[in-house]
């Protein structure tokens, strides 16, 4: 579902059209109330997800109150950000006071914090409103968004068909997809807010490992965890960046794409198995590019390779380690309880070896040292998000060798971003033959995200 500008701000029933930042702008011109606001998502929710695979919580008196206290705000001048009354899932692995934090899994079923993550206090103390916590795939380790022990979402793309909604953030994707939040925060240790966003046809952010802070999120891998935001655009991501961030946003200008260098690896392991539509939207993409006026190198880049290789190798994957060293305890005295494939990926890490991590390590400096030298010219690198459109549930539920794949071609090309410590961005770049979205990604040098986002915001002008 894209934003529909010219919805009547104040209508009810019509609020949920309206991008995040359009929300809080009717809301500074007195057209919209945080509570009208909050009411139309709550009451969506509950008629479009009544099964609860979205939303595995809504939150219900909190964002009520907090509305009740935005709506003040609004009446007297006071509003203290750009999204200062404006509802937000956020995904099940954020700790909420006094409300389960499960991490879409049965073992942590009765885990309940008793304060907020940091970055949800941050996002409470500018204004805005909690709405609800997100379905996640089981611990946050999988790029499809499966999860049969809590409800796995479906992708609302498909009326016929039950594909997976992309993982590990899957309500988060589906519930602006759906108009159940108008944006929501996610984390991607691997593409987990990047797939959900290409697969339902949103913006995602994958911030620089460290910009924003993990304390209160339940940890995959911390090494390569990161907190970002799934919108409906890029202005609302960059806003909600800042708002993470717990300062105003700043004005978003499109950067001048004449003056804008790409580059395009030419062939490797981010154009294999990539499905031909998808393969099409990219070249379609780079044509709108040179005629705007951008440089396009297109050259191959081994690095890709290289980190990937190193990634999915089984003797060296340090975020298989990091999962078991937090979880392997827990998963083995819960197996039962536990969705298999995710249980086989985290029990992995009890044959890893320390030596070989280390080896790794500094392989992955290494690497990420070259691919920085390589791309030291370009603004940014092009990569489709995801290689293939999103299967469906059903022939992948059950885990397996279809499982295994589909999931390694959801991670592929996203992984590479975290696995080199960069920022990266998805942006909607048109649709298969079935309606299916499709994702571009760029690439940026870590702690560009201001950069990045105004290329983006420029990318997205000329695709739309």
Same mark, same amino acid.
């Given at each position: 579902?894209?934003?529909?500008?010219?919805?009547?701000?104040?209508?009810?029933?019509?609020?949920?059209?309206?991008?995040?930042?359009?929300?809080?702008?009717?809301?500074?011109?007195?057209?919209?109330?945080?509570?009208?606001?909050?009411?139309?998502?709550?009451?969506?929710?509950?008629?479009?997800?009544?099964?609860?695979?979205?939303?595995?919580?809504?939150?219900?008196?909190?964002?009520?109150?907090?509305?009740? $206290?935005?709506?003040?705000?609004?009446?007297?001048?006071?509003?203290?950000?750009?999204?200062?009354?404006? #509802?937000?899932?956020?995904?099940?692995?954020?700790?909420?006071?006094?409300?389960?934090?499960?991490?879409?899994?049965? $073992?942590?079923?009765?885990?309940?914090?008793?304060?907020?993550?940091?970055?949800?206090?941050?996002?409470?103390?500018?204004?805005?409103?909690?709405?609800?916590?997100?379905?996640?795939?089981?611990?946050?380790?999988?790029?499809?968004?499966?999860?049969?022990?809590?409800?796995?979402?479906?992708?609302?793309?498909?009326?016929?068909?039950?594909?997976?909604?992309?993982?590990?953030?899957?309500? $988060?994707?589906?519930?602006?997809?759906?108009?159940?939040?108008?944006?929501?925060?996610?984390?991607?240790?691997?593409?987990?807010?990047?797939?959900?966003?290409?697969?339902?046809?949103?913006?995602?952010?994958?911030?620089?490992?460290?910009?924003?802070?993990?304390?209160?999120?339940?940890?995959?891998?911390?090494?390569?965890?990161?907190?970002?935001?799934?919108?409906?655009?890029?202005?609302?991501?960059?806003?909600?960046?800042?708002?993470?961030?717990?300062?105003?946003?700043?004005?978003?200008?499109?950067?001048?794409?004449?003056?804008?260098?790409?580059?395009?690896?030419?062939?490797?392991?981010?154009?294999?198995?990539?499905?031909? #539509?998808?393969?099409?939207?990219?070249?379609?993409?780079?044509?709108?590019?040179?005629?705007?006026?951008?440089?396009?190198?297109?050259?191959?880049?081994?690095?890709?390779?290289?980190?990937?290789?190193?990634?999915?190798?089984?003797?060296?994957?340090?975020?298989?380690?990091?999962?078991?060293?937090?979880?392997?305890?827990?998963?083995?005295?819960?197996?039962?309880?536990?969705?298999?494939?995710?249980?086989?990926?985290?029990?992995?890490?009890?044959?890893?070896?320390?030596?070989?991590?280390?080896?790794?390590?500094?392989?992955?400096?290494?690497?990420?040292?070259?691919?920085?030298?390589?791309?030291?010219?370009?603004?940014?690198?092009?990569?489709?998000?995801?290689?293939?459109? #999103?299967?469906?549930?059903?022939?992948?539920?059950?885990?397996?060798?279809?499982?295994?794949?589909?999931?390694?071609?959801?991670?592929?090309?996203?992984?590479?971003?975290?696995?080199?410590?960069?920022?990266?961005?998805?942006?909607?770049?048109?649709?298969?033959?079935?309606?299916?979205?499709?994702?571009?990604?760029?690439?940026?040098?870590?702690?560009?995200?201001?950069?990045?986002?105004?290329?983006?915001?420029?990318?997205?002008?000329?695709?739309?």
């Amino acid at each position: 579902m894209t934003s529909n500008s010219t919805a009547p701000a104040g209508h009810h029933g019509e609020l949920f059209r309206l991008t995040a930042l359009e929300l809080g702008r009717a809301i500074e011109a007195g057209h919209a109330d945080p509570r009208e606001v909050t009411e139309e998502f709550l009451e969506r929710a509950g008629l479009m997800d009544p099964d609860n695979r979205v939303y595995v919580r809504l939150l219900e008196r909190r964002a009520r109150a907090e509305a009740e $206290a935005a709506s003040g705000r609004a009446q007297r001048g006071l509003r203290r950000h750009a999204l200062d009354g404006v #509802p937000l899932s956020w995904k099940d692995l954020f700790d909420v006071a006094g409300e389960a934090t499960a991490a879409g899994s049965l $073992a942590l079923k009765s885990r309940i914090p008793a304060q907020d993550a940091e970055v949800l206090a941050r996002a409470t103390r500018m204004g805005s409103i909690a709405l609800g916590k997100t379905a996640m795939t089981e611990l946050a380790f999988s790029g499809l968004g499966i999860n049969p022990k809590f409800g796995t979402p479906a992708n609302p793309h498909d009326a016929r068909i039950e594909r997976v909604p992309g993982g590990s953030s899957a309500g $988060a994707g589906v519930s602006v997809a759906m108009g159940l939040a108008p944006a929501a925060i996610g984390t991607d240790t691997g593409g987990s807010v990047r797939i959900p966003a290409a697969w339902n046809g949103l913006v995602g952010l994958k911030t620089t490992a460290g910009r924003l802070p993990l304390t209160g999120t339940v940890p995959l891998s911390p090494t390569f965890d990161t907190v970002g935001p799934i919108a409906r655009d890029v202005e609302d991501a960059s806003a909600l960046l800042a708002l993470l961030e717990g300062r105003e946003a700043r004005a978003l200008h499109p950067a001048d794409l004449s003056r804008a260098t790409f580059w395009l690896p030419q062939g490797g392991v981010v154009w294999e198995s990539v499905e031909p #539509p998808i393969r099409s939207a990219l070249d379609n993409a780079i044509r709108r590019l040179i005629r705007a006026g951008a440089r396009i190198v297109e050259h191959p880049l081994p690095a890709l390779d290289e980190i990937h290789a190193l990634a999915w190798d089984p003797k060296a994957s340090r975020l298989v380690a990091e999962a078991y060293a937090q979880w392997g305890g827990m998963l083995a005295a819960n197996e039962s309880l536990i969705y298999r494939p995710v249980f086989e990926r985290v029990m992995a890490g009890e044959k890893l070896m320390a030596g070989d991590l280390v080896r790794a390590d500094l392989k992955r400096k290494e690497i990420a040292a070259r691919y920085l030298a390589a791309t030291a010219g370009a603004d940014a690198v092009i990569l489709p998000a995801v290689a293939i459109a #999103p299967p469906p549930i059903a022939e992948l539920q059950d885990g397996g060798e279809a499982y295994g794949r589909a999931n390694r071609l959801a991670l592929r090309n996203t992984t590479i971003g975290n696995q080199l410590g960069l920022c990266a961005i998805s942006l909607p770049c048109g649709q298969d033959d079935r309606g299916l979205p499709i994702g571009l990604m760029l690439q940026g040098a870590p702690w560009t995200e201001e950069r990045l986002l105004s290329l983006a915001l420029a990318v997205e002008r000329l695709l739309k």
